[in-house]
């Protein structure tokens, strides 16, 4: 493995395993300003709330927060704002086909640096129903005890 391919997870989003099914994943880079990758390199985000959606044959991550540079001046970025993910317009096309599809939506999974870079994992994702939900903490609970084991 080079050094260009080294993986540092930021934040992961486990909320959506348990909430949803995904169906397909992508790995997309984000457009940040600078204060913006300071904080993520301290791990000052939340995207458990965020989505994405496409507009314009644009992707743009929605409700992600990350956090206010604590040294950063006047200039520093809004914790709220919408950020563009850069995919290729292949897989925006294709994103943009599997989200006309009733109860689909675009959901991310977890923010890493890939070597200097900062990449997003994105997922197409469905609604689990209750019961599914239930089948989840049911496998997670017996996993747990053959690990005890």
Do not use: C
């Amino acid at each position: 493995m080079s050094d260009t391919d080294k993986i540092k997870i930021i934040a992961t989003n486990r909320k959506a395993n348990f909430e949803y099914a995904i169906l397909s994943k992508y790995e997309a880079g984000m457009v940040l300003f600078g204060t913006e990758v300071k904080s993520l390199r301290e791990a000052k985000v939340n995207i458990q709330d965020a989505y994405g959606r496409v507009t314009n044959d644009e992707i743009w991550l929605i409700n992600a927060n990350i956090n206010e540079y604590k040294f950063g001046n006047i200039n520093n970025h809004d914790p709220l704002r919408n950020r563009k993910l850069l995919l290729n317009k292949r897989e925006i096309r294709k994103i943009k086909q599997e989200l006309q599809e009733k109860g689909l939506t675009l959901v991310p999974l977890k923010i890493y640096f890939k070597g200097s870079r900062i990449k997003i994992e994105i997922g197409i994702a469905k609604g689990k129903k209750l019961y599914d939900k239930r089948e989840s903490i049911k496998k997670r609970e017996v996993e747990r005890n053959l690990n005890r084991i």
